[in-house]
């Protein structure tokens, strides 16, 4: 019964070492942030017939894409996630016209049909007007959030670095998560 005593007490202490273990786990991975990029939608404006105002995605590089409301070009903006912003590395377009900025250096990689030239603005974050008009896109990974489709005309929206923690993403969307046809559903894609 003795040698019964010891290996019994083992047990127990093994037990709780590993649920504290557990709970510092789980305590660690719920705290713990991480780096995204929000997208919000202006108050009072939805993403389709859902009720979220926000969606976010993990990339660190992202490109806004749009026509030109006047020339009917494609610009296209690069942008990098930084721990105090964002920073508009290049802009490709294929026309000139005005605010385009002739100034700068020319980008070191040069798209076919496009003239880039490097920026390297440093934005604390980007306020952004939506309008089919302009089919305004914005593309991260491999995925395209054709964001023009799911708003009405000149909505506003913030595209802003932010940290999520686990509780905020589970409660948030990935932006790629919403179907690329406008209807306001879900894609059926897994997190």
Request: proline share 4%.
């Amino acid at each position: 019964m003795t040698s019964k005593q010891p290996s019994r007490y083992l047990w127990v202490l093994t037990g709780a070492a590993l649920s504290v273990a557990l709970v510092f786990l789980i305590l660690w991975i719920t705290s713990s942030p991480q780096s995204v990029i929000e997208v919000r939608v202006e108050e009072g404006v939805v993403f389709g017939e859902t009720d979220k105002s926000v969606c976010y995605f993990v990339e660190p590089n992202f490109e806004l894409r749009w026509m030109h409301s006047v020339e009917k070009q494609w610009w296209e903006e690069q942008y990098q996630r930084e721990s105090a912003g964002l920073l508009l590395t290049t802009t490709y377009f294929e026309a000139f016209g005005a605010g385009t900025p002739s100034t700068e250096t020319l980008a070191a990689i040069q798209k076919p049909g496009y003239l880039g030239y490097q920026i390297n603005e440093r934005l604390p974050n980007l306020d952004w007007v939506v309008s089919r008009l302009t089919k305004g896109e914005i593309n991260y990974g491999n995925h395209q959030f054709l964001i023009h489709q799911w708003l009405p005309d000149y909505s506003a929206v913030t595209i802003t670095p932010k940290a999520y923690g686990l509780i905020d993403r589970l409660k948030k969307d990935f932006c790629h998560e919403f179907s690329s046809d406008g209807s306001g559903q879900r894609d059926g894609s897994t997190r």
